[in-house]
């Protein structure tokens, strides 16, 4: 199986390795924030924590999906949602990493296919001493099935978002 296929199968959830991606900012220091690119989360700098909104959708067969929005490739649609202007992923847009989505007037999402399995424990053990990596057991928290990805293309909307399960 090529890595590209086993990087869109498996999922791992730690939010806080991905939250770098959530804000981009100007400065050097978590202090000195001039610009959030992100405005759709709430910000804790004491805490160091970005809250952000969790969306209901579903997948055409009518189940229920949670997800997290988080870059969109539409300059208009991320001011609009309060996403972050990544107009990259438009380049994604023709390759089959993608999952396929509608979206209606009120920015509800219906995924054709790809859903996430969050029953599996996550588990990270460190390696031999004294380095400790490569790990000596890793597996994910959550498995996403052969049809999932983070990349949704939005076919009656020609726009590309990236999305957290």
């Known amino acids: 199986m090529k890595s ?3 990087l869109g199968r498996y999922v791992c959830g730690p ?3 991905l939250s ?7 400065a050097s220091s978590a202090a000195n924030i001039t610009k959030l690119f992100l405005t759709s989360g709430q910000v804790d700098l004491a805490r160091e924590v970005v809250r952000l909104p969790l969306h209901r959708g579903r997948l055409s067969s009518g189940e229920t999906v949670w997800f997290v929005l988080t870059d969109v ?3 208009d649609t991320s001011r609009k949602m309060g996403l972050t202007w990544a ?5 994604a847009k023709d ?4 999952r396929a989505a509608e979206m209606d007037e009120s920015n509800n999402f219906t995924f054709k296919l790809g859903r996430v399995d969050f029953s599996p424990v996550q588990t990270l053990t ?5 380095n ?3 790990p000596g057991l890793a597996r994910a928290g959550s498995v996403g099935d052969a049809h999932y990805s983070p990349l949704v293309r939005v076919a009656n909307r020609m726009t590309l978002f990236s999305t957290l399960p």
């Open 95 to 98: 390759l089959a990493s993608t």
């Open 4 to 6: 590209s296929k086993l």
């Open 20 to 26: 770098v991606s959530f804000l981009l900012i100007e």
């Open 126 to 130: 460190a390696g031999k001493a004294p």
């Open 132 to 134: 400790f990596f490569p």
């Open 15 to 17: 939010v806080m390795a």
């Open 87 to 91: 107009p990259s992923l438009s380049k």
């Open 73 to 75: 490739s539409d300059f």
